[in-house]
């Protein structure tokens, strides 16, 4: 019989109503005649709620606590499914990351996926029930529970998936599927029906909020197709998966936006071996995430290094950039935190090399400056001030006929 | 190093602020020179509030799956509590049911403890570490979660003072002790310093709300010694422990009283060997916990059955009782949800016959009529009108001298 995982966010299942309306749809599918797992998230702001009450009550929070604390939530919401599951005489059992065999490393609040032992979850699916398990939550080696950070219950929805060689994996979300830029931008923005892994990885990593990086980075990996879709509407989303070379690609498919991060630009850096490597390594140090990162040709001996980071970390950023241009003595450290980035995605741009040109063109175009470049094989971003985003993003879908 | 196990009702860890005041408790008590073990039941009216959002969600409530949901209550507790604690620099780790290794049976909401597994416990104490227990959960055999029921959190903390060879288990709650009547009905009411297991558990039996009857039976079988006392005023409370023959009992320790009753009584019963039997299997049958039972003498080969069940209970033990009074030709089932009953509780009534009559005078003397009686060693139970319950434990609060 074929194996559906079907996982459900927080808006999904974010009151009385919404749980039994993801029920229905369960068991629709359940008898429609397939297997199903489904993977759920806490209740709409549960975690916000819980991160909330932590802060007051102490200081410290130890990651080990936060993680016993936020689990709780998935436990709310996967019980109450079953119960609704049960009420539509569908047989449904809730499994804690821990019982549906999810073993995870010792990193708290962000443990990675060591092994997934999924022997009670492949029995209950024999046994004809539908197994509820609990997404963004594991068990260490350690035998302490864990958490799998941002995005956590994608990742679970898709190892699941590779694990119990699924189908598919349902991403049910507040959203239609993924759009060729962001509707509340672009009101002419439509869906995309199909997009590969490479460049659902270039969206996700370039502000697209749809689906996290790590959960798609899993799903290509382990050949897990993909389909995000809406819960409030049941309609065909977008399906993910592997790039289908019999189809003609379009040069861009889609066009990304991210205004979350901050520039850091250390000025007038000696030009030589080991500069570079001794300021990431001091950011990294500091927990900081960098994204972007640009150094220009040198002159006379010394070069300008930019990077960009959340606007989160910026502090953090700069303390730690400017120790070490202390150290290597460059002139300045400068921080912007009124940047924004679009990004053009695309596989068929690997053909096309005239797609960069026409980007700097149309910004050009609207008077907007780029201030930052980075390219990869399909992707094509641009950092610029912060309130040219939008109308970057406008122009950019007009232009590329999306 | 001598071991207390502290137990936090609800009420002790309501907000944040209350867990800040455990908290403080907690690290005086280690900075002391004493081992801690606690165990904490879920925040104020968490399970409450989960109770309804699961009726809110469905009307058949899988019971396996209600015990997932309630025992997230827990979880967010104490994984708060070690927060704190880690704030005021006292290593403490939280452990669920499952990690502490407190393993049931199967009967999901009320499951029994058949064993414990201390092993984390027992590793922490000795790396100094306060362990975090949550209360009223475990693990079954089938590797589910399961819930103690009514009380389960004392119920886990005695166990686990059991377990550990605890010198004492602490019971922290909202009021400071155990009382000699309620002091909403009897104001001069004055707290008992010590009392025995055995006229305590008569004491909860009969409608005292301090502990749960089974964690008294418990702590009784297990010889561990308790102390209830208020998380807010952290003044001594009461101890409870085995009986004291060096000390004069008190003819009467205490008044209990019990509105949450109701009486069905069975007319005209044929007075034949097994019928009582059969009508207290069926009654059992439809899970009602039945409480006092009184049969008079026969008159001319019929008899009457009254009997008292928890008021909630009344509808399916009306039900059971027809059906056999029915197949026996009993005449009449009467139902009467209007009645109270008003315990006198003392190890020293043993030795002291006149006790009873006593009762009965003061009772009589304010005009209250007893509509059942039943007794023990160490307990007389009369049944009134419910609104006579408060006049009758004020006036035998001064008969006798509390």
């Not at 029930?129 to 994608?154: M, N, W, Y």
Request: aromatic share 4%.
């Amino acid at each position: 019989m074929s194996l559906v995982v079907q996982k459900f966010g927080g808006t999904s299942v974010g009151d009385a109503d919404r749980i039994r309306a993801v029920a229905d749809h369960v068991a629709r599918t359940k008898r429609g005649g397939r297997d199903v797992v489904v993977v759920v998230s806490a209740m709409g702001k549960t975690t916000d709620d819980l991160i909330r009450l932590s802060k007051d009550v102490s200081d410290t929070q130890p990651p080990r606590e936060m993680d016993m604390l936020l689990t709780s939530g998935e436990r709310i919401s996967m019980a109450l499914l079953c119960m609704a599951l049960s009420d539509l005489g569908v047989p449904a059992l809730s499994f804690t990351g821990s019982q549906a065999g999810i073993i995870t490393d010792t990193d708290h609040t962000k443990a990675k996926i060591l092994e997934i032992k999924p022997d009670r979850l492949v029995e209950a699916i024999a046994a004809g029930i539908v197994p509820v398990v609990a997404g963004f939550q594991g068990v260490s080696t350690s035998r302490d529970i864990t958490t799998l950070g941002r995005g956590g219950s994608d990742t679970t929805a898709v190892a699941l998936a590779a694990t119990l060689g699924a189908d598919v994996c349902e991403i049910y979300t507040d959203v239609s599927g993924v759009f060729t830029a962001d509707p509340r931008v672009v009101p002419s923005a439509h869906k995309i029906p199909q997009i590969s892994f490479e460049e659902m990885l270039e969206l996700a990593a370039s502000g697209g909020r749809v689906l996290a990086l790590r959960s798609v980075e899993f799903a290509r990996n382990f050949h897990v197709p993909l389909h995000v879709r809406s819960s409030f509407t049941w309609e065909p989303g977008t399906w993910v998966k592997e790039e289908d070379s019999t189809m003609e690609q379009p040069v861009v498919s889609a066009i990304s936006h991210d205004t979350s991060e901050a520039k850091v630009t250390v000025r007038h850096v000696p030009d030589q071996p080991g500069v570079a490597a001794r300021i990431f390594t001091a950011v990294a140090a500091a927990g900081v995430n960098v994204d972007m990162i640009v150094q220009n040709t040198s002159v006379e001996g010394y070069t300008d290094i930019s990077f960009t980071v959340p606007r989160t970390d910026l502090s953090h950023s700069l303390e730690a950039a400017s120790r070490i241009a202390d150290e290597v003595g460059a002139k300045q450290v400068l921080a912007d935190d009124k940047i924004g980035r679009v990004s053009l995605v695309g596989a068929g741009m690997k053909s096309h090399p005239g797609v960069t040109a026409k980007m700097f063109g149309t910004l050009a175009k609207e008077g907007i400056n780029i201030e930052m470049i980075s390219t990869s094989a399909i992707r094509i971003s641009c950092v610029v001030r912060q309130e040219m985003v939008e109308p970057a993003v406008v122009a950019l879908h007009t232009a590329f006929e999306l």
